[in-house]
């Protein structure tokens, strides 16, 4: 299985980070993705990719939390790793809008992920995207940069059924994580009502861990938790679930 996003990076491995990546590599996720937030985190980023060149695939790009008033700082050191070593990266990412905790870089957000957006479509990369609070605004982005279809993944899926099937019309892929696992999810509605083979699977760890972990730090161990459970929604086999998402994640971020 592959973990299409994860930060195990982040400082909240610090204590155990090669135990939790070999609980990964023994749970069946041998493939683990790591999108980029900003450059205060990229030399940890690296650093990980480096310690296990066989089991991590990087992407690059400006996370849209990140965006402030030195933005074009931040997207100068983006545009270099991704133009001067492009073979490095599987995608762009993660990149998007957020309006969940502040609104006001919202434009310089727009601007931050055109640019992005732009420069995966020149290098052809899917693109990771983080959308919160955001749908309506992403989506006119969308229309008015009209691309046609698009490549990528709309990671960490917080939106309705409507606007999940609109996504896939676009060409998008949906990222599933833990979430699907919460009581009353509508995520659950999303993982049944999209084709299976436009679902991929991901952590966000150490983020939004699934039950019985909720609340607790997550990891990428915890993918086959979270495949079992599109497998109960849809009614398949685990198994199936499996080897349809580890075929999408490949094909859309080239992976061998």
Not at 9 to 30: L, N, Q, S
Not at 106 to 115: C, G, I, K, M
């Amino acid at each position: 299985m592959i973990d299409t996003h994860c930060h195990l990076y982040d400082e909240a491995f610090d204590p155990d980070r090669d135990e939790a990546v070999g609980r990964a590599i023994a749970a069946g996720v041998e493939t683990m993705l790591l999108p980029a937030i900003d450059s205060a985190s990229l030399g940890r980023q690296e650093a990980l990719a480096s310690a296990y060149p066989q089991h991590f695939r990087q992407m690059m790009g400006l996370h849209p939390t990140s965006v402030n008033a030195d933005y074009e700082r931040e997207l100068s050191i983006v545009k270099e790793k991704l133009f001067t070593s492009s073979a490095n990266y599987v995608g762009v990412g993660e990149i998007g809008l957020d309006l969940y905790w502040d609104k006001t870089y919202l434009e310089q957000q727009r601007e931050v992920l055109r640019r992005q957006l732009l420069w995966a479509r020149e290098l052809q990369l899917p693109v990771c995207l983080h959308v919160r609070k955001a749908y309506n605004e992403l989506f006119g982005l969308l229309r008015d940069l009209n691309f046609g279809t698009y490549r990528g993944v709309m990671h960490c899926f917080g939106g309705s059924v409507q606007e999940a099937q609109r996504a896939v019309e676009m060409g998008f892929h949906i990222g599933i994580g833990g979430v699907v696992t919460f009581k009353n999810a509508t995520l659950a509605n999303v993982s049944t009502a999209v084709p299976l083979e436009r679902i991929l699977l991901e952590t966000d760890a150490p983020y939004l861990a699934p039950v019985p972990y909720r609340g607790k730090r997550n990891e990428s161990s915890y993918i086959p938790i979270i495949a079992a459970k599109i497998a109960e929604l849809r009614g398949i086999s685990t198994e199936h679930v499996a080897t349809v998402t580890t075929a999408s994640a490949k094909a859309l971020f080239r992976i061998r």
